[in-house]
Structures are given as C-alpha cells and as structure tokens.
C-alpha cells in the first residue's frame, strides 16, 4: 500500500503566500518523477508544476516565477513554495508520484487526496 499525504493548504490573500507538502509511505522502492496538479471549479485539472529524482523541474507558464518546487529524497516529500498569489491560483491541489514498490517492478502513477488552496482578499 503506498499513500501519498498533503498538507498546507488554506487562505491566503493575493500577493501572500503558501506551502504545500506531499509525503509518499508505504512499500516505496524508488519514486520517479514527482508533482503538483491543480483543478479549479469547472477546469479539467492541469500540471502546475513536476520534478524529476534528478531534480530537473518544468512549470506551467502561468506559475513561472511564482511557484517553485523542490523535493527531499530522503523523506519522498515535494513541496510546492507558491508566492505572489493571485485569486486565478485557486483550486484544489494534487500531489502526484510515479512510484516503483519492487525492484523489478513497474512505476504507477499515485495521487493524494487534494488540498484547498483559496486567494481571497
């Protein structure tokens, strides 16, 4: 069983900002590339930003220098450091992981639970 966990979400007003974090557990041989999916109200959900175990990363162009991933291999954690908010950056978050639970094992794809994130003044 492999779970993965968000927390960090909440209100901020525009121009503030958050944190999110998404720790992975259970039966984790190796995580692949790990990220952060977003869908707002009546929006099909859509990449916000990924990072690879190497820690190359890719951002969707309306968060570019605004939100920076990064990720402690260690703990299987990615964080999403969100700043300069704007009240289009509200949405449910999703943390998501390509996961391998055996050494000859295939990835699948994990997702946690989602998280609110609301920009309101």
């Known amino acids: 069983q492999v779970q993965l966990v968000e927390s960090g979400g909440g209100l901020v007003q525009p121009g503030g900002s958050l944190r999110l974090s998404c720790a992975a557990s259970?039966?984790?041989?190796?995580?692949?590339?790990m990220g952060w999916y977003r869908q707002a109200p009546g929006k099909q959900r859509e990449l916000v930003a990924a990072?690879?175990?190497?820690?190359?990363?890719n951002y969707a162009d309306s968060v570019k220098g605004r939100f920076v991933i990064s990720r402690d291999n260690a703990k299987n954690t990615v964080y999403l450091q969100m700043n300069r908010m704007k009240p289009e950056d509200t949405a449910v978050y999703y943390c998501?992981?390509?996961?391998?639970?055996?050494?000859?094992?295939?990835?699948?794809?994990?997702w946690g639970q989602g998280t609110q994130v609301t920009v309101s003044s």
């Open positions: 259970g039966s984790i041989f190796s995580i692949n590339a």
């Open positions: 990072i690879t175990s190497g820690g190359g990363t």
């Open positions: 998501n992981a390509g996961i391998r639970r055996r050494a000859w094992g295939s990835i699948s794809d994990y």
